[in-house]
């Protein structure tokens, strides 16, 4: 098991901004894609954004194009999501997942991520 152990969550307003962190500890995931997965209460998981294994690439849903931003430092094997703009629709417990993805078409797949955190809590007050 790769422990992945999210935080930065919290209570924010609407327009604001928070950053999730979401740091491995056991072995090195640096070959192995990132992501961040949401689950809203009552509504199934859903993917949010992703970035390939070097880093180059990311991939985000449609709602949180332009707001969000993922990004990788493997030399810390950590992943992050900056969150701007936040809007009330965004509270969700948020889920980052690691596992060897290569393909684009892939990255919004959960049943391919091989490894996944305990979640932290974002509540964005309207």
């Known amino acids: 098991q790769v422990p992945l152990v999210e935080s930065g969550g919290g209570l924010v307003q609407a327009g604001g901004s928070l950053r999730l962190s979401c740091a491995a500890s056991g072995r090195t995931f640096s070959n192995y894609a990132m992501a961040w997965f949401r689950q809203a209460p009552g509504k199934e998981r859903e993917f949010v954004a992703a970035v390939s294994w070097t880093g180059t690439s990311t991939y985000y849903t449609d709602s949180v194009k332009g707001r969000f931003t993922i990004s990788r430092d493997n030399a810390r094997n950590t992943v992050y999501l900056q969150m701007n703009s936040l809007k009330p629709e965004d509270t969700a417990v948020y889920y980052c997942?690691?596992?060897?993805?290569?393909?684009?078409?892939?990255?919004?797949?959960?049943?391919?991520?091989?490894?996944w955190g305990q979640g932290t809590q974002v509540t964005v007050s309207s």
């Open positions: 997942a690691t596992g060897p993805i290569f393909s684009s078409s892939n990255y919004a797949a959960d049943a391919l991520y091989h490894y």
